[in-house]
């Protein structure tokens, strides 16, 4: 699925605020329940919210985060931050050999 659709299913979800089902979301956009549910799982601001008996089993009900109109986003790190520092080992073995 494209960013487009992620787009246009965070804002589905967002008018909604109780949350919609995976079938729902699928009418709604356009787009195959399988796909839908893959997307979802992509997003990291989607969540299940809760679960609703349908008579057939159990249909999760999903909603996304809505973040709070001041909050910024981070800055990205530099590349040599995400580094791991590499150390040298000091080894006792030659101690232990003998």
Same mark, same amino acid.
């Given at each position: 699925?494209?960013?487009?659709?992620?787009?246009?299913?965070?804002?589905?979800?967002?008018?909604?605020?109780?949350?919609?089902?995976?079938?729902?979301?699928?009418?709604?956009?356009?787009?195959?329940?399988?796909?839908?549910?893959?997307?979802?799982?992509?997003?990291?601001?989607?969540?299940?919210? *809760?679960? #609703?008996?349908?008579?057939?089993?159990? !249909?999760?009900?999903? =909603?996304? $985060?809505?973040? /709070?109109? *001041?909050? #910024?986003?981070?800055?990205?790190?530099? !590349?040599?931050?995400? =580094?791991? $520092?590499?150390? /040298?080992?000091?080894?006792?073995?030659?101690?232990?050999?003998?």
């Amino acid at each position: 699925m494209s960013g487009r659709a992620m787009t246009k299913t965070r804002e589905l979800l967002r008018a909604y605020p109780d949350g919609l089902s995976t079938p729902a979301i699928a009418r709604q956009i356009g787009a195959q329940r399988a796909t839908t549910l893959v997307m979802l799982h992509k997003m990291p601001d989607a969540y299940i919210h *809760h679960w #609703e008996s349908n008579g057939f089993g159990d !249909r999760a009900v999903w =909603r996304v $985060v809505v973040p /709070p109109p *001041h909050c #910024e986003r981070p800055r990205n790190k530099s !590349r040599s931050e995400h =580094r791991p $520092v590499m150390r /040298p080992t000091t080894s006792n073995q030659e101690g232990a050999a003998a």
